[in-house]
């Protein structure tokens, strides 16, 4: 295969652009020998023009009169049919444009959809596929969102995953036409509830367009998580309430500012890895028509793609034409749809060269660091890959934060009563320092979370020992194995009151340890009252009941609701719970820079002193005091994760005046409400997390004395003024 040089790309010519009298039509497709502009009108009829190319970068330009908003188009690319040099073109498939801004119907699977025959996927099959495809719309430009009055930095963020459908579908308080659509999740009721509950972000799963696999479709199901994109320019057309030719941009705009204006921020779950067109044997659709070898990894002999997603393709982002595409999709919906981040899936394919290898000084994060439309921007990796040295957890650098796969697996081990000892437990709680305390990383690196999309959700956690898949059609055979789940003793749910008080207990424990934890916290939708898929752990495919949010179960699971919210506010009001830097044990002193005789950080065993080695080295324990402090505040928390009640007796001073339980994760009142004096024996039941706060003195014991003797009201020492600097 002759590989053309790099080419400079003008991406401003690409995709539809309105102008005076018309409509400009740009496409990248260096390797073609013809490019066709298919204009289609409501019929189906096609009215093509020839487009030219230019030499320098390999663009294809038209200019269309009289063509304007929600003008239906594709194009047809002409080139050599030539599997073995990567060149699989074929002017017979109709072609979405990859930087339309809207698309508009679907895909017929029993239609001519493939580029080759039913018996050969090297044979060219060249029957017309316009009838089966979805279509581009030229969208007229619109306003962008309202932005948010102040983006939080990570460190004070709680995200909320979410799908844009199932978040509402079956919500009561939303009207029934608008659930499930980007207006449902714009909808007062739901931005009233996610405020309430103290979430600072949304983080919604692919809301770009995307189109099923064939062989789900063949099994009467769709993809529902969205992990199939098609259009990385345009929002999901099926996410529209009123309409598909360009309603739906305005529709996710509407959908930004409704929620920028209550103070949350919008992050997209984006999968630029690999496209919905699977590997080669798969539809041509948009990408593969328009050069194969350019978009798409392929393996040495050209015929194959090199998968690292698991899906069939991996795009190429060492070719700098998809690299452009990209970083230019990123940048459209920041500046015109008013995105405040994106979680990136499988995000090491996004970092691997023209070798397939993995490089961390790839020029995909070289472009987003020298590009000052993402200053502020989050970026968050999904930091592995399928293929070879794919697990990147903790090499991401400065500027990104990871979700957190060990924070997952340990907290699941640690509360179903499969871990050695609590060092891990602490390091875990603390940041997970071991993994990203390095190269000047914050603690906001980790993104902590129990659950995700993929896999139980908290309720099933507790719930079932193993996947329960059937509905998906694969024979019990897809999703993974390794949940680290417990039952509690019987599999599936039950009536009996013991065991599922017990699992409320558990779902408590488990999500306190996400929320309470050093780093960012992310809660699934639905986990803070006990949704559940039934004990399905790969519900990708289940766009019903299944996978939906089921409301009713509010009021049901009122405790843990309870919980979250109240640790989420508790979060809120005070600092040191989301701290952003790591702490190894430093004395902290008053503002005059006396010690103040505590730790930023320390670890207690029950007899309310601090953890010897030999208590650390313990494989047996199962209990552990976490305490951490500023100069203004100070909390305990106790992490009983053993079946048997322990008593633990409550710090002294200097760590604390007085003690008050702020959250426990038994039933109310199992523990004392009242304050607690240092040195008292708490009876800390089983499998519980108690938080406490501590009453802790500002300013050191000689700084207090010498401030209480001076009596003008109103001066520095007076007590009234306490917490402020003393005098100078």
């Not at 995709?15 to 073609?32: I, M, Q």
């Not at 390999?58 to 049919?81: D, I, K, L, N, S």
């Not at 609590?422 to 997970?432: F, H, I, Y």
């Not at 320390?602 to 100069?631: C, H, I, K, N, P």
Request: charged share 25%; net charge negative; hydrophobic share 35%.
């Amino acid at each position: 295969m002759s590989t053309p040089p790099p080419p400079v790309i003008d991406s401003r010519v690409l995709g539809a652009r309105l102008c005076e009298g018309g409509t400009r039509f740009g496409l990248w497709a260096p390797r073609a020998t013809r490019v066709e502009l298919a204009l289609v009108d409501p019929q189906r009829k096609q009215r093509n023009l020839d487009m030219q190319r230019s030499d320098a970068d390999g663009v294809w330009t038209v200019f269309a009169p009289g063509v304007g908003p929600e003008q239906r188009y594709g194009f047809r690319v002409h080139g050599p049919w030539d599997p073995d040099d990567g060149a699989r073109f074929n002017p017979a498939k109709l072609l979405l444009d990859p930087y339309a801004r809207a698309i508009t119907a679907g895909v017929d699977y029993s239609g001519p959809i493939l580029d080759h025959t039913a018996e050969s996927d090297y044979e060219v099959d060249t029957t017309d596929s316009y009838l089966a495809v979805p279509l581009s719309v030229v969208v007229a430009d619109s306003p962008p969102p309202t932005p948010i009055a102040r983006r939080r930095p990570l460190a004070e963020s709680v995200i909320y995953e979410a799908h844009v459908k199932g978040l509402t579908r079956l919500h009561p308080a939303v009207p029934e036409h608008l659930r499930g659509t980007f207006a449902g999740l714009a909808y007062p009721a739901m931005i009233d509830y996610l405020t309430e509950l103290g979430v600072t972000a949304v983080e919604l799963l692919p809301s770009h367009y995307f189109v099923s696999e064939p062989f789900i479709v063949g099994r009467g199901l769709s993809n529902y998580w969205g992990y199939n994109t098609l259009g990385f320019f345009a929002p999901h057309s099926a996410y529209g309430s009123v309409g598909t030719t360009g309603e739906q941009v305005r529709e996710f705009k509407d959908m930004v500012s409704a929620l920028h204006e209550a103070g949350i921020e919008v992050i997209l779950d984006v999968v630029y890895n690999h496209t919905g067109e699977g590997g080669h044997e798969g539809p041509t659709l948009s990408f593969r028509g328009i050069d194969h070898a350019g978009y798409y990894r392929l393996t040495e002999d050209l015929r194959n793609d090199y998968d690292v997603t698991g899906c069939g393709n991996s795009v190429d982002t060492a070719h700098p034409g998809v690299l452009t595409m990209i970083i230019d999709s990123m940048r459209y919906w920041v500046t015109e749809m008013g995105v405040d981040g994106f979680r990136f899936d499988l995000a090491t394919e996004l970092i691997r060269d023209d070798q397939h290898h993995v490089d961390q000084e790839h020029e995909f994060k070289a472009l987003i660091e020298s590009d000052p439309t993402f200053d502020g921007i989050k970026m968050i990796a999904e930091p592995w890959d399928l293929g070879p040295y794919g697990y990147q957890v903790g090499n991401w650098g400065p500027g990104w934060s990871e979700w957190n796969d060990r924070f997952r697996g340990y907290a699941r081990d640690f509360w179903r009563g499969h871990t050695d000892g609590v060092d891990e437990l602490a390091t875990r709680l603390a940041g997970s320092a071991d993994i990203f305390d390095h190269d000047g990383r914050p603690a906001s690196s980790s993104i902590n979370f129990v659950t995700a999309h993929d896999g139980f959700t908290l309720r099933d956690l507790v719930t079932y020992d193993g996947k329960h898949n059937e509905a998906n059609g694969e024979d019990n055979r897809d999703g993974t194995d390794d949940n680290r789940s417990w039952n509690c003793g019987v599999e599936g749910e039950t009536d009996d009151p013991a065991i599922n008080a017990l699992r409320t207990r558990q779902m408590k424990n488990l999500m306190i340890t996400q929320l309470l934890a050093v780093g960012v916290p992310m809660i699934t939708a639905g986990d803070e009252f006990a949704r559940t898929q039934g004990g399905n752990n790969n519900a990708y495919c289940q766009d019903g009941p299944i996978s939906w949010v089921h409301w009713d179960l509010l009021d049901r699971h009122g405790e843990l609701h309870g919980l979250v919210r109240a640790t989420l506010a508790l979060r809120a009001k005070y600092p040191v719970l989301r701290r952003n830097r790591f702490h190894y044990g430093r004395e902290l002193s008053d503002l005059q820079g006396k010690p103040l005789g505590r730790k930023d950080v320390a670890w207690f065993s029950e007899s309310g002193t601090e953890m010897t080695g030999d208590q650390w080295a313990d494989g047996s324990r199962r209990l552990l005091g976490w305490y951490v402090s500023d100069r203004r505040a100070a909390f305990l928390s106790w992490f009983n994760g053993g079946p048997d009640e322990v008593e633990v007796v409550l710090p002294a001073a200097p760590w604390a005046t007085s003690w008050h339980l702020e959250i426990e994760t038994g039933p109310p009142g199992e523990l004392p409400a009242h304050p607690l004096e240092p040195g008292t024996t708490l009876r800390l039941p089983g499998r519980t997390v108690a938080v406490l706060r501590a009453d802790v003195p500002v300013w050191a014991a000689a700084n207090r004395a010498r401030e209480q003797a001076r009596p003008a009201a109103g001066e520095a020492g007076d007590p009234s003024q306490r917490g402020r600097p003393g005098p100078r």
